[in-house]
């Protein structure tokens, strides 16, 4: 079973929505801390937000109030919902999974450090158009 793969892609207009999806493997979804990176050419890969078990997130400040991480535990799923996109959201964005399983209500979840996550998907490009 592939560990992450995401899904839900595309182009749209600025202003626009779209939500990506990741199916996780039992193994990869168990580590309690789940995460939505992005990287646009030329450019580092960034932290876009994150989840632990408990549901509690992180943002990114250029994402803050525009997108929404969330998670499915019954399906093993996590998305990502965009909204009010615009043209420097573009990127190839990728579904993460920790490295490790952190302490309950421990802080390590909180934060986009791409360091502490291990498990990778392929990545599902966005693109907006301005």
């Known amino acids: 079973q592939v560990p992450l793969v995401e899904s839900g892609g595309g182009s749209v207009q600025s202003g626009g929505s779209l939500r990506l999806s990741c199916a996780a493997s039992?193994?990869?979804?168990?580590?309690?801390?789940m995460a939505w990176f992005r990287q646009a050419p030329g450019k580092e890969r960034e932290g876009v937000a994150t989840?632990?078990?408990?549901?509690?997130?992180s943002y990114s400040d250029s994402v803050k109030g525009r997108f929404t991480i969330s998670q499915e535990n019954a399906k093993n799923m996590l998305y990502l919902q965009l909204n009010m996109l615009k043209s420097e959201d573009t990127a190839m964005y990728y579904c993460?999974?920790?490295?490790?399983?952190?302490?309950?209500?421990?802080?390590?979840?909180?934060?986009?450090?791409?360091?502490?996550?291990?498990?990778w998907g392929q990545g599902t490009q966005v693109t907006v158009s301005s």
């Open positions: 993460a999974a920790a490295a490790v399983v952190p302490l309950p209500n421990s802080g390590y979840c909180l934060t986009q450090a791409t360091s502490r996550f291990a498990w």
């Open positions: 039992v193994i990869t979804y168990r580590r309690n801390c």
């Open positions: 989840i632990d078990s408990a549901g509690r997130t």
